[in-house]
C-alpha cells in the first residue's frame, strides 16, 4: 500500500499538472535504464510463473532535483521490468520513500501473477512485506 501517495503511470514525456498539484507526488515510466549510484539495492532470487530462474537487483537511485524543484528517484526492478521508473516527490526523503514503497508495490504486484522470490537461491522466502519493513520506524516516544 502506497498510504495518502500513490503510483500512476504516465506517458513518457508528458507532465499531468492535476496529479501534481494534487499530491505533488507520483511515479511515472520513464522509458530510461537506471545508470547513476544507488541509495538502496537489494539482490534477490526469483522464479517466474514458468519455472525459469532469475538473480533479481532492485535498485532505487540516489535523488536528482528537477528544474521545477521536485527530487526525482529512479527504480529498476531488474528483470521484471526492462524500464525504470521515475518517482517524483516534493523533497529527496520524500522521492525515497516513494520509490522505496513503489518497489514493494510492484514486488506485491508479480508475486500476485505467481512470481516467487527468495533472499538467496533455495534460501528463505522474500516478498513485498520485507520491503515494507525498510521503512518502519519504532512508534515515537509519547511526550508528558
Not at 535523488?63 to 521545477?68: D, E, G, T, W
Not at 526492462?82 to 516513494?98: M, N, P
Not at 501473477?113 to 519504532?138: C, H, K
Request: charged letters at 20%; a positive charge.
Amino acid at each position: 500500500m502506497l498510504g495518502h501517495s500513490y503510483a500512476k503511470r504516465l506517458p513518457a514525456g508528458r507532465h499531468n499538472a492535476k496529479i501534481a498539484a494534487r499530491d505533488r507526488c507520483f511515479a511515472r515510466h520513464s522509458g530510461l535504464l537506471m545508470t547513476g549510484p544507488v541509495v538502496a539495492e537489494w539482490v534477490w532470487f526469483a522464479i517466474a510463473p514458468d519455472g525459469t530462474e532469475h538473480d533479481l537487483v532492485l535498485r532505487v537511485g540516489v535523488p536528482i532535483q528537477a528544474s521545477a524543484g521536485e527530487w526525482i528517484s529512479t527504480v529498476s526492478l531488474g528483470v521484471l521490468e526492462s524500464r525504470s521508473h521515475a518517482v517524483v516527490g516534493v523533497d529527496a526523503w520524500q522521492s525515497i520513500v516513494l520509490a522505496l514503497q513503489f518497489t514493494a508495490a510492484r514486488i506485491r504486484h508479480f508475486a500476485d501473477r505467481g512470481w516467487r522470490f527468495s533472499w538467496t537461491r533455495g534460501g528463505a522466502s522474500a516478498s513485498a512485506a520485507e520491503l515494507e519493513g525498510v521503512l518502519s520506524f519504532p512508534p515515537s516516544t509519547p511526550r508528558a
